[in-house]
């Protein structure tokens, strides 16, 4: 039953929407009380706020991806591998977006481009959360280009892919760091439920595939 459920397209589909309607509505709960002016004041602080919506998009569609990936492998069927296709191309959109607002954002802040936002700088406590995103973020890169150019990588992609795990961390990590709604709002009971889901579905997976190897999709 619970195996019929995993592997049923509709399932996985709701769920995206549900985790998505989430990620929305705590950005709207957050930004929602501002006045209008605070949406110019600061210089930038618009693209901050849109940054922020992009981030939790991002948070809760790598989470949907790897625990699809852990529970119902993309191999299953062609229909779940292109949804997991699909999935990627979102999440790196969003991840991206999230990336060039926040930049965007802080050069109109400062009035200069803040080159210290393209690598990692542990200078202090706020650029350590800054650079967890950023390792997160390069994360996705390499775990993207894993798939797109699988072909000519060999073997080698399907390790080069597991980076999403380390993507999921780093990412985590990054939320809780800086942001106000994962790390002290509604959004952090919906963290706990992510980290604490794909931990089960990890464990679930070694376990079956240690009980039933013949079964294992790798």
Known sequence: MVQRILRSNLFWEVLALVIVAAAVATWINSVFPLDSWRW???PGQGFYLISKLFGLLAVSAIWWQVLAAILNHPTISPERLRGHKYMGAALMLAALLHYLFFVSAVYLRNQT????????????????SLSAGWFAFISLILTFAAAVFRKRLGTIWRFAHRLAYLAVI???????????????GLFSYIY??????????????????????????G
Do not use: C, W
């Open 113 to 128: 481009f803040p080159y210290e936002l393209l690598y990692p700088v542990f200078d202090n406590y706020f650029k350590i």
């Open 170 to 184: 780093l990412g985590v990590l990054h939320g809780f760091m800086i942001g106000t709604e994962t790390g002290y």
């Open 192 to 217: 706990y439920l992510l980290i604490a889901t794909i931990v089960v579905a990890l464990v679930t997976r070694i376990v079956s595939a240690g009980q039933k190897p013949s079964l294992a999709t």
């Open 40 to 42: 110019s004041e600061p």
